[in-house]
């Protein structure tokens, strides 16, 4: 199976902590047994240029909201929006296979919410989600959905 490969973004290092230790648990087992994928991970940041992504790709994005309350009077993105700029361009919406978002559940209704609107945005799957720093039942958890989608969308 080919590589999962990862756009992230990561302003306080908990999405980058989950996806280091994601493609960890990815490596060991495809060590074990080829058909599992391994992951390929690219963070953007505010100083990523745009640039055409050839391959299909997954987007993990957490939640940095202000104002709002995500419903009757709306929300605005801040912090992450450079990742929402680079699936935008370039026609790079067109490969991305879904999102996953984290965030805290202490957010309430807003838990998150900024990768729900990616989904809407680029008509593209919320795959999962996942607080903080996330689990070991979590990266076992998402890594089975991304296998299966990435098997999906190239079938
Ligand atoms: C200023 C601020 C605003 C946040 N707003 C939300 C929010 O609206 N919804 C949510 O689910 N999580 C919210 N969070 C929690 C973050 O999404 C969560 O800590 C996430 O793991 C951060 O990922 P990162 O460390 O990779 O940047 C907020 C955190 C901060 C510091």
Do not use: W
């Amino acid at each position: 199976m080919t590589d999962l490969n990862i756009l992230y973004i990561s302003i306080e290092g908990n999405t980058r902590s989950f996806l280091n230790r994601l493609a960890s648990y990815a490596e060991q087992h495809h060590v074990i047994d080829a058909a599992n994928p391994a992951v390929h991970l690219k963070e953007i940041t505010d100083q990523t240029l745009p640039a055409k992504e050839n391959t299909p790709f997954f987007v993990f994005v957490p939640t940095y909201l202000d104002g709002g309350n995500g419903f009757d009077s709306g929300f605005t993105e801040m912090m992450t929006n450079a990742l929402g700029e680079y699936v935008e361009q370039n026609d790079n919406a067109s490969q991305c296979m879904g999102v996953v978002g984290s965030g805290n559940k202490n957010f309430n209704e807003q838990y998150c919410l900024t990768a729900r609107k990616y989904s809407d945005e680029f008509k593209v799957p919320f795959l999962a989600d996942y607080e903080l720093r996330g689990t070991d039942r979590d990266i076992e958890r998402i890594y089975a959905i991304l296998k299966q989608r990435a098997a999906e969308f190239n079938a």
